[in-house]
C-alpha cells in the first residue's frame, strides 16, 4: 500500500462499513467467484469462449481450427468449461456440439470485452 491508498484521517464510517460487510459474499460464494476468474483467465479458454460467443454452436474440431489450437487441448479446456458450467454440448450422432450455458456467461463475455475496450487496454 503506498501513501496514496491510506487514508488521510483515520475516521470510519460505520453505516457504511456495516451495509459493505454485510453485501459481502461468504466464503463459499466467494470459492466458487474466484474459481470461475481462476478459470476464465487462461488464454485458451478465453479463446474458446470468445469463439462460442461469436458462433453460437461449434463442435470440438472447428473450435481447435478457429483458436489454432490443438484439439486434445480444446477437449481438455471444454471439459474443464463445461464442468464448471460455462459450456453446455449437445450430442448429435458421433458428434459434440458445444455451447455457452446461458445468457449470463454471453453478459460477462461482452461486458468484460466491453470494459477492457472503453478502458483503453488498461
Known amino acids: 500500500m503506498t501513501d496514496l491508498d491510506a487514508c488521510a484521517v483515520q475516521v470510519v464510517d460505520a453505516v457504511k462499513v456495516s451495509g459493505a460487510r454485510r ?15 481462476r478459470l476464465l483467465g487462461d488464454p485458451t479458454r478465453a479463446r474458446i469462449l470468445y469463439a462460442l460467443l461469436a ?3 461449434l ?3 472447428d473450435i481447435a481450427a478457429t483458436t489454432h489450437t490443438a484439439e486434445t487441448t480444446t ?11 460455462v459450456v453446455s454440448a ?3 450422432g458421433r458428434m459434440m456440439y458445444y455451447r455457452l450455458a446461458d445468457g449470463h456467461v454471453r453478459m460477462l463475455l461482452e461486458l468484460t470485452r466491453e470494459h477492457i475496450r472503453e ?3 488498461r
Open 23 to 37: 453485501a459481502l459474499p461468504g466464503d463459499p460464494e466467494l470459492g466458487k467467484l474466484t474459481d470461475l476468474f
Open 55 to 57: 458462433a453460437e454452436e
Open 59 to 61: 463442435c470440438v474440431c
Open 75 to 85: 477437449s481438455h479446456a471444454l471439459r474443464l468449461l463445461r464442468t464448471a458450467g
Open 90 to 92: 449437445q450430442r448429435v
Open 119 to 121: 478502458d483503453g487496454g
